[in-house]
């Protein structure tokens, strides 16, 4: 208000400027030999620094108002981004297989962008056209009502045009905000598998498809640029016109003597000075339209509620390792599809209990139970006797060792990786581990070795890599209870063996589930399980299952055979 108030100013300058030298004009003809400068020059000097110095103090105000609101928005952006990150990592695993990382990534980057010009820049402008137009029309008035109401006579038509406009471009905001969402994730999926695209020679087809979505938001942004086009000029005509009527009603006002010549000339100054407010409501609309959009997308996930939320903040210090499942059911909310169907085991503490069965038979699904990462749809499933929605979540996920099936690496040295585990390990931990995975030997032929970058998702080492590098970084972490999915399907004979020579002594005294659709002859196993299509079909040890016909045996023969 203050940066408006001192830069209005001018034009008032401007007016006692002119009327003082047409007040002045007849010394000019009265004195023969009198110069312009003699008459004039001392009273311009006076009103250019005025001028100067008025224009000077309304920017330094400017600036203010700058470093506030800009910088403000800056910090909101930062605030909103992380506060989204935040939600995203407090989601379940459920959300994020029903909803594509590419469309995550947009409304962190995209959404969260537009938002911020909404929260900046829009605002600033608003609120300057609001100061404007308030300073303007108070001072116009106070000079002349008869030619502000001339004046202002085509902003009517200017208000209705901004409400109709701006309800068409928020609907062709949201379509664009989608579709760049779209565009996002077909690109993200395509470089995330671009192995599989460049073995199967697919390069063309995916190019077609990513082509055409961006045709389509090409497409749809060419409609809302049309939009804003035929808005743009419909203000410039209006305004202009203001500037028509205040020369033509104010001169005529002159030639009658109700104004002085001085006021045509500040009036002209007010409408343009209200021209560029004017002209940037057609972009703040179109901006706010699209941060409301933006917005609504942000919303979507920001008000969502994980379906796994921790019960209690008592403190959990160790498990015994006493798993139970009672009865469990389960059925994937993301695909309705039924995992596991009164399944039923206990597992003491200390036993080696192994889950053996074809692909898709609820293996994987029973390690996800137990971590917690879905919740039962039946039954119960209890860790030293208390329902795992009962304990603190963060405490009992960090008392378990899970190596996944799918081995994931970060995008950072192997020594991080492993590290990952355990944030306090040191160098003589992180190498002991190693050495124990048997992956020690590949890291030291690296050209780096432990400071090796493995790129994203692990991409410049080889799936056995992977996976002994996530044991280490399982067992780095001494967990009380182990899960091992399938850990040990890309590893040679030989490093199959280093590392169940490791694993009798390490899971000594700790309860450890190993799910394997293989057979480990240098394990034992205290409790076996086979599933067969989410349903327990044989459970035993070893030499129980050996001798009763089904997968186990039939399975167990076809491997010896084998080798």
């Avoid at 028509?244 to 409408?271: C, H, K, N, R």
């Avoid at 703040?284 to 997308?297: G, H, N, T």
């Avoid at 400071?451 to 799936?463: A, D, F, N």
Wanted: with cysteine; hydrophobic share 45%; net charge negative.
């Amino acid at each position: 208000m203050l940066s408006k108030y001192f830069q209005l100013l001018i034009p008032k300058i401007i007016r006692d400027s002119i009327d003082h030298i047409f007040g002045k004009a007849g010394e000019i003809a009265d004195k023969s030999g009198t110069t312009f400068s003699e008459v004039f020059g001392n009273d311009i000097l006076i009103f250019t620094f005025k001028v100067i110095g008025f224009a000077l103090i309304g920017g330094i105000f400017m600036y203010f108002t700058r470093q506030t609101i800009i910088v403000m928005s800056r910090l909101i952006e930062y605030d909103l981004r992380k506060d989204i990150y935040d939600k995203y990592q407090s989601l379940d695993v459920a959300f994020f297989k029903m909803n594509k990382t590419g469309d995550l990534m947009s409304r962190v980057y995209e959404d969260v962008s537009k938002v911020r010009m909404y929260l900046g820049p829009v605002i600033l402008y608003g609120a300057n056209l609001f100061f404007t137009f308030i300073i303007v029309i108070i001072s116009m008035i106070q000079v002349s009502p008869t030619l502000t109401l001339y004046t202002l006579l085509p902003l009517p038509i200017l208000s209705v045009s901004i409400y109709y406009v701006s309800s068409i471009i928020h609907k062709k905001s949201e379509v664009i905000q989608r579709q760049l969402a779209k565009i996002t994730s077909t690109a993200q999926e395509v470089f995330s598998g671009i192995r599989v695209v460049k073995s199967y020679v697919k390069e063309e087809q995916f190019l077609e498809h990513f082509e055409e979505e961006c045709e389509d938001y090409k497409q749809k942004n060419i409609s809302l640029a049309k939009v804003n086009a035929y808005f743009y000029p419909l203000m410039i005509l209006l305004i202009s016109l203001s500037t028509i009527l205040t020369i033509y009603i104010g001169g005529t006002m002159v030639l009658d003597g109700q104004l002085s010549p001085g006021v045509i000339a500040e009036f002209i100054l007010y409408v343009n000075i209200l021209t560029w407010p004017f002209t940037a409501i057609g972009w703040m609309v179109s901006i706010l339209q699209q941060a409301e959009a933006s917005q609504k997308r942000i919303n979507e996930y920001l008000h969502k509620d994980s379906r796994i939320v921790n019960a209690t903040d008592t403190k959990l210090d160790e498990l015994a390792g006493h798993i139970e499942f009672d009865n469990v059911s389960f059925v994937y909310p993301d695909t309705n599809v039924q995992a596991l169907t009164n399944v039923s085991f206990k597992i003491a503490p200390g036993e080696k209990f192994a889950i053996i069965g074809k692909t898709a038979s609820g293996k994987t699904t029973i390690a996800d139970l137990i971590l917690r990462l879905y919740d039962v749809t039946e039954g119960s499933v209890k860790i030293d006797g208390v329902d795992v929605r009962n304990h603190n979540l963060s405490d009992l996920r960090k008392l378990i060792g899970y190596v996944p099936q799918d081995s994931f690496l970060f995008s950072d040295s192997v020594k991080n990786n492993i590290r990952f585990g355990n944030a306090n390990a040191n160098d003589e931990q992180i190498e002991f581990f190693a050495k124990k995975a048997a992956v020690y030997k590949d890291i030291m032929q690296f050209s780096e070795q432990f400071e090796t970058k493995v790129g994203e998702r692990g991409v410049t080492m080889s799936g056995g890599q992977k996976q002994r590098v996530s044991i280490s970084r399982a067992f780095i972490k001494d967990p009380d209870v182990v899960i091992l999915d399938d850990c040990l399907s890309a590893v040679d004979a030989n490093t199959e063996n280093a590392i169940l020579n490791y694993l009798n002594t390490a899971l000594d005294g700790k309860t450890a589930i190993i799910i394997t659709h293989r057979f480990y002859n240098l394990l034992h196993f205290d409790k076996i399980i086979v599933l067969e299509e989410g349903r327990i079909a044989q459970m035993g040890t070893h030499d129980e299952l050996i001798g009763i016909p089904g997968f186990y045996s039939e399975q167990y023969n076809a491997q010896i055979t084998q080798v």
